[in-house]
């Protein structure tokens, strides 16, 4: 496992030292042990869920709505040429 360490760590770039190779196997090792704890449990009675408190997505109608008009957004725009924002130039 100390080897895996190091392999990730040369991957990431990341300079460890033997003491922190040893340390992260280590803990490496508790986290898969845990993980295959979680195998051993029968999920054979737990149906399947999409979402888990059970509501679903209320979706409004899909209604094409033309609300802004080029006239209406280049009414509030400060400075406006041939239907474009004009801006101060920034680039010389």
């Keep these: 496992m100390i080897g895996e360490v190091k392999r990730m760590a040369k991957l990431a770039r990341i300079g460890i030292t033997e003491e922190e190779a040893t340390q992260f196997s280590t803990q490496l090792s ?3 042990n845990w993980v295959e704890q979680l195998n051993e449990i029968d ?12 509501q679903e997505q209320v ?3 899909d209604v ?7 006239d209406d957004i280049m009414a509030n725009a400060p400075d ?11 680039v010389e």
Excluded: C, D, Y
């Excluded at 999920?43 to 059970?54: A, D, I, K, N, R």
């Excluded at 094409?64 to 080029?70: C, G, L, P, Q």
């Excluded at 406006?80 to 920034?90: L, Y």
């Design 80 to 90: 406006a040429k041939f239907n474009m924002f004009s801006v101060p130039k920034v």
């Design 30 to 32: 508790n986290l898969l």
């Design 59 to 61: 979706l409004r109608e």
């Design 64 to 70: 094409v709505r033309i609300e802004n008009t080029v």
């Design 43 to 54: 999920l054979s009675q737990v149906e399947w869920t999409v979402h888990p408190t059970g």
